[in-house]
């Protein structure tokens, strides 16, 4: 069966990578099949969930364990989490070293969208943030679903090739935005989640030591971090939506540098979940403060 869905897709003029077809171990201890109608799609995370509504658009119901508001590092499902696996069919998430807890409460459910990824950092579970990496998890997803149900083949298809579309977008964007900047250095008040996205562009990714939800920096690495924001005479700093603002807002009260925000979709806030904000949205958002941030011309 995946042989005949890869090859529709090359014959719709997608780029494939080939070896996910074959190497993703799909279907394996998956659930028996049924309707589409009645599929039920649980995601670990915003990511998983952005992309499978996308992905599986008219073929299944999509739910996200993590509550809006919270964010994948660290976090351990409640009762109430976990009872939105139990009702699903699958559960869709990053990896292991992000989501731990995926596989061991989903079991047979539980698939990993981080095969065969191109581009892969073992130390960076930010895999998202590469948009060639965006592009096969949406594929691996696809692959997955059409080996247990075949009959929604023709629908993913059409999904994917709009998703595809929306990757080719914003690569092309991107090239061209991030081709032409004054300053390359992204001086972020927030964790490692932008690493993926600085070096295909060319750009150097600062975050602030210790930054992230569940620490504050040092004051010594704040002192250094102000320091060199002054030496180097930036004018923008970027944080994140999860982290204490006052941090940022000290940095750019001592710096004169402006706060702009960046955008790790593992994290959403309940306003953003609502409004059902796309990864491509969201990465037009992150490329449109870089570009100022950095002072980039088309
Ligand atoms: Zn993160």
């Not at 590092?73 to 139990?86: M, N, V």
């Not at 002054?230 to 001592?254: D, M």
């Amino acid at each position: 069966m995946f042989g005949k869905f890869k090859i529709n897709l090359i014959t719709a003029g997608v780029f494939i990578t080939l070896a996910v077809v074959f190497a993703c171990g799909c279907g394996k201890n998956a659930p028996e099949q049924t309707s589409s109608a009645a599929i039920k799609a649980a995601n670990a995370d915003y990511v998983s969930y952005t992309l499978c509504l996308q992905v599986l658009k008219g073929i299944a119901q999509s739910d996200m364990v993590i509550p809006a508001g919270a964010q994948p590092h660290g976090f351990e499902p409640l009762p109430r989490d976990i009872a939105k696996i139990e009702k699903a069919d699958f559960l869709f998430y990053i990896n292991d070293t992000l989501e731990p807890w995926a596989k061991k409460l989903g079991g047979a459910k539980a698939f990993a969208l981080d095969r065969n990824l191109p581009e892969v950092n073992p130390q960076d579970p930010h895999i998202w943030m590469d948009f060639d990496n965006a592009s096969v998890m949406a594929q691996n997803m696809a692959y997955y679903v059409s080996s247990v149900y075949p009959d929604t083949e023709q629908q993913l298809l059409k999904n994917i090739l709009n998703f595809q579309n929306e990757i080719q977008m914003l690569k092309r964007m991107y090239a061209q935005i991030f081709a032409n900047c004054q300053s390359k250095q992204i001086y972020h008040i927030g964790h490692l989640a932008f690493g993926y996205l600085a070096k295909k562009y060319g750009l150097q990714f600062k975050p602030l030591k210790g930054a992230n939800a569940d620490s504050e920096p040092t004051p010594k690495d704040m002192a250094e971090m102000i320091k060199e924001i002054k030496q180097n005479n930036i004018k923008y700093i970027f944080t994140e939506e999860a982290l204490n603002p006052q941090i940022a807002k000290a940095i750019s009260q001592e710096t004169g540098a402006e706060v702009l925000y960046l955008y790790t979709v593992e994290h959403i806030t309940k306003q953003e979940f609502e409004q059902k904000l796309t990864y491509r949205q969201l990465m037009v958002k992150n490329m449109e403060n870089l570009a100022k941030g950095l002072n980039c011309k088309a």
